[in-house]
């Protein structure tokens, strides 16, 4: 089995707060494959200025939408120096589309990398966590159309995703593709989530902190954010709702919030990340 760096991965999902949740909207302006605001550019140039500040380098799952919109962006990401991989375009869930619905999906994706000047995209995140066991035959797809690995399968249980007793470790699938899961802590028998989101908006800092020096020395783990958690403001109820799901997703988002950027500040500065991609070259050449 072939071993990975110790290295901590961070991995920023570009895209805007509302799309895990594009169901409970009326609006069509942010329905699946619509047009992501203008926020997304500002929110995600102000990650690339924290990563450059505390001179971290990250994989930047990008939306097909951003990338399609927004194909400057991606160039600059490029430009940074940071991995550039896919979310896929439109913020569906695996699980609910076919295969071919599926490689579809992620061929468009792959597109508007390419004409944003992105050709050489080696990972895939899903929507929402949702390869699950249901969906697992999205591995193979990925497989065949060339990608080294994802980072999708989250080793607990929520109501729309998770397999709880998945390796919660980065670890190799099949020879030359890998899996890199979101990092959790195992306590009272359950692998617990800390690796971002809203996760690490409420974990409290000690915790997360404890985490990595737990495993300093040992193995990666992957930590993740999305650009709009930068910005306390960014969270708008500004769209028709279907029902009140929206709402309570909405005051979900907004927990943790106002203190999350300094939290992210904090972590950025006391701990050393790279990308997903210089974890499996650092891996190729030991």
């Known amino acids: 089995m072939k071993e990975l760096s110790s290295t901590n991965a961070m991995t920023i999902d570009v895209e805007d707060w509302y799309n895990s949740s594009l169901d409970l909207f009326e609006d069509s302006d942010v329905a699946h494959g619509a047009k992501p605001d203008p926020s997304v550019v500002d929110n995600t140039l102000c990650t690339l200025e924290l990563l450059s500040k505390t001179n971290n380098k990250a994989t930047f799952f990008v939306l097909g939408t951003v990338a399609e919109h927004y194909p400057d962006l991606v160039k600059e990401m490029m430009i940074q120096g940071h991995e550039v991989a ?3 375009y439109a913020h569906n869930l695996v699980y609910k589309l076919t295969p071919q619905q599926f490689e579809d999906d992620l061929k468009i994706a792959m597109e508007h990398l390419s004409n944003a000047g992105c050709c050489d995209v080696l990972g895939y995140r899903a ?8 969906s697992l035959w999205a591995l193979d797809i990925l497989q065949r159309l060339g990608f080294k690995y994802d980072s999708s399968i989250f080793p607990i249980k929520r109501g729309l995703y998770g397999i709880p007793d998945a390796n919660p470790d980065p670890h190799e699938i099949s020879e030359d593709f890998w899996e890199f899961p979101p990092a959790t802590v ?13 996760y690490l908006r409420l974990v409290p800092y ?11 020395g040992k193995k990666s783990r992957v930590f993740y954010f999305h650009p709009y958690e930068l910005d306390p403001s960014d969270v708008k109820l500004k769209h028709k709702i279907k029902s009140a799901g929206t709402l309570l997703y909405w005051m979900q988002q907004r927990l943790g919030r106002n203190s999350n950027p300094d939290k992210l500040r904090r972590l950025l500065s006391e701990h050393d990340f790279t990308s997903i991609k210089q ?4 891996q190729q050449v030991n």
């Open 86 to 88: 896919t979310h896929g």
């Open 127 to 134: 929507p929402y966590w949702s390869i699950t066991k249901k």
């Open 186 to 198: 195992r306590m009272v028998g359950m692998n617990w989530p800390i690796a971002g989101g809203g």
């Open 206 to 216: 000690p915790i997360i902190a404890s985490a990595i020096r737990r495993s300093a």
């Open 279 to 282: 974890i499996l070259s650092d």
